[in-house]
Structure formats: structure tokens, C-alpha cells
């Protein structure tokens, strides 16, 4: 059963978040090169995540291009992403699942049908799944990183121990209709504000709307 009062909550935490940030704003990608990204991104910041990836366009046009390439040679392109070996691997692993199920690199799924495929390929967990549903195809998903996981644990919204879990739960409370724009506005959060060491809880837009324990105000 969805907890009102934490959607009311939500919806004030969202108003306030678009009055301090603005509209956010990220680029569409096709599905397939918004995995890729994800893959990137994964434990790294989005400056060494977008570093990987302009190298990865300049040498590769297509993703056939991509996955005909020597896994080395990704990883050593990639390197500016960190953890490029698994990352590579994870890359290969996915485009030839993809390639080998459909006989293309173009996913035919949509809607749930889609999200229940992307989460079957190794590599592929409900966060990535979810930023593609939302972001490639528009489609009402909540996607948690680490970032939203810490934000939504300090502020109460969600009590869970996985990010996994945490997603669930959020995904049922938070509006469809503002899900992309408050993604993207609680990492905005997270990045500037609500950091994990030394959070600047004082500056904080939302904080009266906080229960973190170690809140400091001075």
C-alpha cells in the first residue's frame, strides 16, 4: 500500500528541488548506447564516464563496430572510467547477448516486457534497466544510483537496505510525472549538497525535510 503521506512529502521535496536546480535537462540516447553509458558510469564520475565515452564514438561509429572490436582495446579506451577491464568485458557480454538473441543490436521490446529482458542480461541490474526505460523510451521509471539511495535514506523516504529494494519502493510513491526530473534533481542533491562525507546540510533546500541523524546545521 503507497504511503501518502511520503508522496506528499515527495511532491514538496520536488517542488523546491526544481526552484533550486531548475528544469533538468540529459540527452536522449538509443537504448543500446544509453547501456553502454550506464556501464560507464558505473563507480566514476560523470566527467571520466563522458572522457570514456567520446573515445569510445571517435573509434567505434556503431555498436557493431563495438562489439566486432578486441575487448583489449575497449578496456584501453576506456581506461579514463576506471574498473576498463570488467567494464569492457561487461560491454562485449552484453551487445553479444543482445546480438545473439535478436540478430541485430536493436531491442524489439517495449513496455514491462522490455525491463523484465534488460534485467535477464548479466551485467544489466534494475538501475541501468530502468535508466534506459526512462530516459530511451520515456516510460515511467524511477531509477536509483547512489546518490538517490543516500538522499531517500537520510530524508526517511525509504527505509530499505538495498538500493534494489529502495527502487521498488520509490518507483510506487513518487508520481510518474515527475520521475525523470526528480532523478535527475536528487542526484543534482546528492553531488552538491548531500554528499556522503561532510554533507552541507546548512545549505541545504530541503532539509526541514531531512531525518538524517547526523544532520548538522552550523
Known sequence: MVDRKKTERIKHIYKILRKTFGIPKKKKYDPVDEIILTVLSQNTSDRNRDKAWER??????????????PEE??????????LYRQ????????????????GVLEIPYRGEE??????????????TAAVVMAFSYDQPFFPVDTHIFRVSRRMGLT??????????????????EMKKDLHLLLIELGRKICRARRPLCSQCPVKDFCNFQDKVLK
Do not use: V
Open 114 to 127: 522490455l525491463y523484465r529482458y534488460l534485467t535477464s542480461i548479466k551485467g544489466i541490474g534494475p538501475k
Open 87 to 102: 567494464k569492457a568485458k561487461a560491454i562485449k557480454r552484453i551487445l553479444n547477448k543482445i546480438k545473439g538473441d535478436f
Open 159 to 176: 527505509n530499505s537496505r538495498t538500493r534494489e529494494k529502495a527502487q521498488f519502493e520509490l518507483d510506487l510513491l513518487i508520481p510518474n
Open 56 to 69: 569510445l564514438k571517435a573509434r567505434y561509429k556503431t555498436p557493431q563496430e563495438l562489439l566486432d572490436a
Open 73 to 82: 582495446e575497449i578496456a584501453e579506451l576506456i581506461r579514463p572510467a576506471g
